[in-house]
C-alpha cells in the first residue's frame, strides 16, 4: 500500500491502535454480548402495574374522562418547569396503553379495561417475583422504577426533588445497581476494557518508550466503568496517564481515596463538559478518550463533542457508552432529575429523552470531526438498548478527508439511508456454521455469474452507480454486483450469465403489461419509423393527454420526462394558483430527487423544523417544507391550524415503504382541510397510478385530489411523467383555454414549465399504447391482478406463520414487500434476496416487488415455492431463525364505498368511483 509523505510514525502507530481496537471490540462483542437478549421483557408488561397503582386514583384516570393535554397538567397541578417530564410521562402513558391521543385531546380507559388494569394490577406481585426468577438483573430496574413511578405526581406537582427520590437519604443503592453488577452494564465495560487495552498495548508497542499514552475518562462518576478499564490497563502501569474527570469533586475525591493508591497512573482532574477545557488538561493530546453514560445529559451534543475534540490526539480514538433506545424507561427513572431536561437540542435526541439513537450519534460525530465508526450493540441489528460506539477523531489521520469550511457549510443533514450507511460500517458477528454456508453460497452464487461480477470490478472506477452499492454489506461484500441484463420478455429476465429468472422487481414497477407488451412494441416500432422530430407535437400526445383525463377523472394534464420532474412541476403550479409558499410533506414519502421535496424533521414543541436529507441540498431549498408524520392525528390539527399559510399537502396516498398502513380516513380528513382552506391537495400516483385501479389511488380511497403526479407505468417501461389535474392549475401552463374566431386569449396568469424532451414522441407513443391498453380492458385488469398478489401474499404469509419466519408479505394492489415481522438483522434478509436470486426469481434491491399481467399462474408458483426452499436452505445455515411472529400480516384497505364528499367531486370523478370493484 503507498503511503503518504506526511504519514509519521505516530500516526501509523495511531492507525494500528484503531485497528487493534476494533478488533478487540469485534472479538469483546462475540465474547460479551453474544448471550445477551437484544431486549429485556416488553417495557409495558413490568411497567404499567406500578403505573395504574401510582395513578388510578386521580381524577382523570378514576373517571375514565378525555381531556386536553394542557387540562389534564393542570389538573394534576403539573409545576411549569415539570412540562417536559410531563410530556413524556404522557408518551409513557400512551406507550403502555394507559392514555390514548386524538389530536391534543387525551382520554383514559372505559370501565372495563379500568376493571382489567385493576386484575393486572393485583397478579403483578406473583408475575414480578416469576420475571425476577427468570431474570435477575432486571432486579435494579424494576426496583428503581417502582420507587420513582410512585411519586411521580409529587415530584411533576414540585412536592418532593427528584433526587430525593432516586437517592433517598443521599443514598447509591437505588441507582448503583442501573451501572453496575448487573450483566448489561459489567458486559458493556468488559468491552471498554477490552478495547482501550488492546489499543493502548498496541500504542506501548509502537511508540517510543518513556512518551505517556494518554487515556481520558469522561464523567467517571463513582468508578463503575472505571474499574474494569484500569484493571485492564495495570501491565501498562508505567506507560499510561489516566485522567479520572468529572464535573463533581466528590467524585475526584473517590478517585483519590478508591483508585489512585491502587493504580499509580490515575490522575483526578475536574473537567466540565459543558465548557472547552482548559489548559490544565491535556488538550490534543489523548489517545483515548471514553465515557460511559455521561455525554447524553450535556445541554448541547454537539458542543460537547467539539470540547472533547479538542482534547484528543489526531487520529485518537473515542468510545461512547451509552443507552441509544430506551426511552420511557429513561423517563420515568432519571427523568424525575432537573438535568435529565436541560438539553436545548432536542432535534437531535430521541422523542421525550435525552439520549441518542446510533443513526444521531454517527451524524453528531460526523458533523463534529470524527472519521470512522463503528458500533456493537447486543444481537446484529440497531434495535440494542445500549451500545459502544467507537469513533476515530479525523484530524491528521485523514489528510484527504479534512473537512474544508465549504464542506462544513453543508448541512445539518441527516446521513441519507442511515440505516444503510450503519450496516455498510458494521461487519456482522457470525457463527462458524453460518460463516461456512455463506462462504459455501458465496463461491456458489459467485460461480452462476463470473461475468456480472468481473465486469463490476473492471467499470467501477468509471462508472457511478448508486444501484450498484443497493445490497452492500461488508460480511456480505463478495456478492454485491449488479446483475447485468441479456434481455427481458413478459415476466422473466435473463442476465449475460445466461440464468433466467421469474422477474418480480418489474423495473421499480413500470411493467404494469410485463416486459416489452406487444402493443407498446409495436407503437414504438411505428414511431422509430416515422421519426422522432420534438419540434411538432406527436398526435400520440394528443391522444394520451386524452385517454389520461380519461382513466383519472382529471380535466387536464401536462407531460414530464420523470417522476422526479412531475412531482417538481406540481408544486410549483400548487403554489402558483394558491400565491402560498409552505408544502406540506410526510415523514417516510419519497417523491423523486427534486431538491425541494428531500427534507426531513418534524414539529418541536409545535413549531416545524425540516431539513435536508442528504449533503450538498441547501437548506434554503426546504425551507418552505413542512414534514409532519404520516397517517397521523397530530399532523392533521397541525395542518388544520396553519392551512391558511399552506400551498399544498403533498401525499403518497399509500407510502410503497409502509404497505401494512390503512390511510383512507386520513385522505379524506386532508381533502375536506385541504378545500375548506384552499389548500392544494397533490398525490403523488407514481406507483399507485393505473396500479391499483385504472383511476389510481384517487379511486381507491374515494379521494380526488387537486393535482396528481404520474410516471412508471405510464411509459411502459420508458422515461415518462405526467402532472394531472383541474384546470385552475394548469391553466398557468399555457394560460388555459380560448378559442379562434372569437376575441379569447390564453388569460391565466402563467408560471414557467420547460422540457425539451418531456413530450418526446417514442415516449409519447409509449404512454398513449399504455394507456390505451388499460382503457380497453377496464377496471377488470386491475382487479385480476390484485387478486393475483393477493393470493401470493397470502401463500407466503401462510408459510412464514407455519415455519415461525419472521417476515411477512405486505401489499397493496400488486405492489408487494418483504418485511420483517420480528427481529431479523439486515445479514437475514439480504441473503434472503440473494438466495431468491439464485433460485431463479429476480426481486427488488429497494424492496418493492410487482406482479404484472404477464405473470402467469406458473410464474406464481415458482415465486411461492421458491421462498419455501430459500427459507429451509438459509435454515440449514443457520439463519432466519425461528421466532413466532410478531403479528398478523395486515390486509390492505378495501375500496372506499360509502357515501361521496360532492364538494370535491365532478361528473367525471363520480363515473370514476362507479367502477369500483366491490370490496
Ligand atoms: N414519487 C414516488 C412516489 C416514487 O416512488 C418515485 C420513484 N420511485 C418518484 C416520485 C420519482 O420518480 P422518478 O424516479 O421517475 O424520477
Not at 423517563?331 to 435525552?354: M, Q
Not at 441518542?356 to 453528531?364: C, D, P, S, T
Not at 448541512?411 to 457470525?430: C, E, H, M, T, Y
Not at 435536508?612 to 441540498?617: E, G, H, Q, T
Request: glycine share 8%; net charge neutral.
Amino acid at each position: 500500500m503507498q503511503q503518504s509523505t506526511t504519514d509519521s510514525g505516530v500516526e501509523r502507530a495511531r492507525r494500528a491502535a484503531w485497528e487493534q481496537l476494533q478488533r478487540a471490540l469485534r472479538e469483546a462483542a462475540q465474547r460479551e454480548l453474544g448471550g445477551l437478549a437484544a431486549s429485556g421483557p416488553a417495557f409495558e408488561g413490568f411497567a404499567r402495574p406500578p403505573l395504574w397503582r401510582a395513578l388510578r386514583d386521580t381524577r382523570f384516570f378514576r373517571d375514565g374522562s378525555a381531556a386536553e393535554g394542557a387540562e389534564l397538567a393542570r389538573q394534576w397541578n403539573v409545576q411549569p418547569s415539570f412540562q417536559r417530564l410531563f410530556q413524556g410521562s404522557v408518551a409513557a402513558l400512551q406507550h403502555v396503553g394507559l392514555i390514548t391521543r386524538h389530536g391534543d385531546r387525551l382520554t383514559g380507559p372505559d370501565a372495563a379495561r379500568r376493571r382489567e388494569l385493576d386484575a393486572e394490577l393485583s397478579r403483578y406481585p406473583d408475575e414480578r417475583s416469576a420475571l425476577l426468577d427468570a431474570q435477575p438483573d432486571l432486579a435494579a430496574h424494576i426496583t428503581l422504577l417502582e420507587a420513582c413511578v410512585a411519586r411521580l405526581l409529587e415530584v411533576l406537582r414540585g412536592e418532593v426533588s427528584g433526587t430525593d427520590v432516586l437517592f433517598p437519604n443521599g443514598a447509591l443503592t437505588l441507582v448503583e445497581g442501573i451501572y453496575r453488577g448487573n450483566r448489561v452494564s459489567d458486559a458493556f465495560n468488559r468491552l471498554l476494557a477490552s478495547a482501550i487495552a488492546a489499543a493502548v498495548g498496541s500504542l506501548a508497542a509502537e511508540l517510543p518508550a518513556g512518551e505517556p499514552i494518554r487515556v481520558l475518562e469522561l464523567g467517571a462518576g463513582t468508578g463503575g466503568s472505571s474499574a474494569f478499564v484500569l484493571e485492564a490497563l495495570s501491565p501498562w502501569s508505567g506507560r499510561v496517564a489516566y485522567s479520572y474527570t468529572d464535573v463533581s469533586q466528590k467524585f475526584l475525591i473517590h478517585a483519590r481515596r478508591h483508585f489512585a493508591p491502587r493504580y499509580p497512573f490515575v490522575v483526578p482532574q475536574r473537567f466540565d463538559l459543558e465548557h472547552p477545557p482548559s489548559d490544565e488538561l491535556p488538550l490534543g493530546s489523548c489517545e483515548l478518550v471514553f465515557a460511559t453514560n455521561v455525554l447524553h445529559a450535556t445541554t448541547n451534543i454537539r458542543r460537547t463533542l467539539t470540547h472533547i475534540a479538542a482534547l484528543m490526539a489526531p487520529g485518537g480514538a473515542l468510545l461512547i457508552n451509552e443507552p441509544t433506545h430506551v426511552q420511557h424507561f429513561g423517563t420515568l427513572t432519571f427523568g424525575l432529575l432537573d438535568g435529565w431536561w436541560l438539553y436545548d437540542d432536542a432535534e437531535r435526541r430521541l422523542p421525550h429523552s435525552p439520549l441518542l439513537g446510533l443513526e444521531a450519534w454517527y451524524r453528531e460525530l460526523e458533523a463534529t470531526g470524527y472519521g470512522a465508526f463503528a458500533s456493537f450493540g447486543v444481537g446484529d441489528g440497531d434495535a440494542s438498548p445500549q451500545h459502544v460506539l467507537a469513533a476515530r477523531h479525523a484530524g491528521a489521520a485523514r489528510p484527504a478527508e479534512a473537512r474544508s469550511p465549504a464542506a462544513a457549510s453543508f448541512g445539518p443533514f441527516r446521513p441519507l439511508n442511515a440505516r444503510l450507511i450503519l450496516s455498510q460500517r458494521v461487519d456482522a458477528k457470525l457463527t462458524d456454521k453460518k460463516r461456512e454456508y455463506l462462504d459455501a453460497f458465496t463461491a456458489h452464487f459467485c460461480g452462476t455469474h463470473p461475468t456480472a461480477k468481473s465486469r463490476a470490478q473492471a467499470y467501477r472506477a468509471t462508472y457511478a452507480d448508486q444501484r450498484a452499492i443497493a445490497f452492500f454489506h461488508p460480511t456480505l461484500k463478495e456478492l454485491c454486483f449488479p446483475l447485468e441484463l441479456e434481455r427481458a420478455e413478459g415476466a422473466r429476465v435473463w442476465d449475460v450469465d445466461g440464468n433466467e429468472y421469474i422477474d418480480v422487481a418489474m423495473d421499480f414497477g413500470c411493467n404494469l403489461l410485463g416486459h416489452r407488451p406487444p402493443a407498446v412494441v409495436q407503437a414504438m416500432k411505428d414511431q422509430l419509423r416515422r421519426g422522432l422530430a420534438l419540434g411538432l407535437r406527436s398526435p400520440a400526445a394528443t391522444r394520451a393527454a386524452q385517454r389520461l383525463c380519461g382513466l383519472t377523472g382529471h380535466e387536464r394534464a401536462l407531460f414530464t420526462q420523470s417522476g422526479t420532474e412531475a412531482v417538481m412541476t406540481a408544486v410549483r403550479l400548487a403554489r402558483h394558483a394558491t400565491r402560498r409558499q409552505t408544502l406540506v410533506i410526510f415523514s417516510n414519502s419519497y417523491h423523486g430527487h427534486f431538491d425541494g421535496v428531500l427534507a426531513f424533521g418534524g414539529l418541536e414543541e409545535g413549531r416545524a423544523l425540516s431539513k435536508p436529507i442528504a449533503a450538498a441540498i441547501p437548506p434554503g431549498a426546504v425551507r418552505d417544507v413542512v414534514v409532519l408524520d404520516y397517517n397521523a392525528p397530530e399532523s392533521l390539527d397541525w395542518i388544520r391550524r396553519h392551512a391558511s399559510s399552506l400551498a399544498a399537502v403533498l401525499v403518497e396516498p399509500m407510502q410503497s415503504r409502509r404497505l401494512g398502513l390503512r390511510p383512507g380516513a386520513f385522505l379524506r380528513e386532508l381533502r375536506q382541510l385541504a378545500t375548506s382552506a384552499d389548500v392544494a391537495l397533490i398525490f403523488d400516483e407514481m406507483i399507485t397510478g393505473f396500479r391499483v385501479h385504472p383511476g389510481g389511488a384517487q379511486a381507491w380511497f374515494g379521494v380526488r385530489a387537486d393535482l396528481c403526479t404520474y410516471g412508471k407505468i405510464l411509459g411502459g417501461g420508458i422515461g415518462q411523467g405526467a402532472v394531472a389535474g383541474s384546470a385552475r392549475f394548469l391553466d398557468a401552463v399555457d394560460g388555459g383555454f380560448w378559442r379562434f374566431e372569437d376575441d379569447s386569449q390564453p388569460e391565466a396568469e402563467r408560471t414557467w414549465i420547460g422540457g425539451t424532451h418531456a413530450q418526446s414522441a417514442l415516449g409519447m407513443a409509449a404512454a398513449d399504447a399504455v394507456l390505451g391498453h388499460l382503457e380497453q380492458a377496464g377496471p377488470a385488469l386491475q382487479s385480476r391482478l390484485n387478486g393475483a398478489t393477493a393470493e401470493l401474499a397470502r401463500r407466503i404469509n401462510e408459510h412464514f406463520i407455519a415455519e415461525e419466519v419472521p417476515l411477512m408479505v405486505l401489499y397493496f394492489g400488486s405492489l408487494f414487500r418483504f418485511e420483517p415481522n420480528g427481529p431479523l438483522s439486515p445479514i437475514d434478509l439480504n441473503l434472503l434476496l440473494y438466495t431468491l436470486r439464485d433460485k431463479g426469481v429476480m426481486v427488488s434491491e429497494i424492496g418493492n416487488n410487482f406482479l404484472s399481467t404477464a405473470h402467469e399462474p406458473a410464474h406464481v408458483d415458482r415465486v411461492v415455492q421458491s421462498v419455501a426452499t430459500a427459507v429451509s436452505d438459509l435454515r440449514m445455515g443457520g439463519y432466519l431463525p425461528r421466532r413466532a411472529p410478531r403479528e398478523e400480516p395486515p390486509l390492505p384497505e378495501p375500496p372506499y364505498r360509502s357515501e361521496p364528499d360532492r364538494r370535491a367531486r365532478s361528473p367525471r370523478f363520480e363515473a370514476l368511483l362507479a367502477s369500483l370493484p366491490r370490496p
